[in-house]
């Protein structure tokens, strides 16, 4: 089975500057990562994936995660952040061509004015 | 194109009833699984339908169960509910090999 470790529950950060998330997986096999966001009183939204191919996935509004097999992470990162980047981030893991997905227990990024 | 859609948003229930949630994936969209979602347990796997067919199943106990119809919408039962079954329900629904899950907004369970 997979298991995905968040060790940071609360990040707090100043509006525009720099985030890092983190995330550890573990897996025996093949895995697609996926990081999720959730903004209250909703459900998840997919943020961005890793599937196959180049390592490093961007999302539409800035976000970057690298897929590093020998440290089994996939960091999730932005250069800047907004007031509206506050919410719980979820990163994912699954075994290869499945859809039962195993998450970590999410980071809250608290954007500070 | 709509969105995954579970009805009822909200609902409260008491200790021994039974509830039935309801998910509508997105249109051609033949994969609906189904999560909890707790402070305490953080997202958990329930099941996964595909084609009317449970083909994946998490760690639960047999009084959650669940069924997928010939137009891919799905439904879960919990029966004889319990305190801490209080969760955020989501559903989630993707198309066939890809691997990805949109998700539903979620139906609040209080159990009280």
């Known amino acids: 089975a997979q298991s995905v470790t968040q060790l940071d529950s609360q990040v707090p950060v100043f509006e525009e500057a720099p985030v890092e998330l983190r995330c550890n997986y573990s897996?025996?096999?093949?895995?697609?990562l996926f990081w999720y966001v959730q903004y209250p009183n909703q459900g998840l939204q997919l943020l961005l994936k890793y599937l196959s191919g180049s390592t490093l996935v961007e999302s539409i509004n800035g976000f970057e995660a690298e897929f590093n097999k020998s440290q089994t992470s996939f960091h999730l990162r932005k250069p800047s952040v907004h007031i509206s980047d506050t919410a719980e981030y979820f990163c994912a893991v699954t075994e290869t061509g499945a859809n039962n997905l195993f998450f970590g227990t999410g980071t809250r990024l608290t954007v500070i004015p | 194109k709509a969105g995954v859609t579970q009805t009822p948003r909200y609902l409260i229930k008491t200790r021994g009833q039974q509830v039935t949630l309801s998910c509508s994936p997105i249109?051609?969209?033949?994969?609906v699984s189904w999560y909890q979602q707790t402070p305490g347990q953080g997202l958990q796997f329930l099941f996964e339908y595909f084609s009317e067919t449970q083909r994946n199943k998490g760690n639960f106990p047999g009084r959650f169960s669940g069924r997928q119809f010939s137009n891919s919408r799905s439904e879960m039962n919990v029966s004889t509910l319990e305190l801490g079954d209080s969760a955020l329900y989501l559903c989630?629904?993707?198309?066939?090999?890809?691997?990805?899950?949109?998700f539903g907004a979620g139906s609040r369970l209080t159990v009280l």
């Open positions: 989630a629904s993707s198309s066939a090999g890809a691997n990805v899950l949109t």
């Open positions: 897996s025996s096999v093949s895995v697609y």
């Open positions: 249109s051609g969209h033949r994969s």
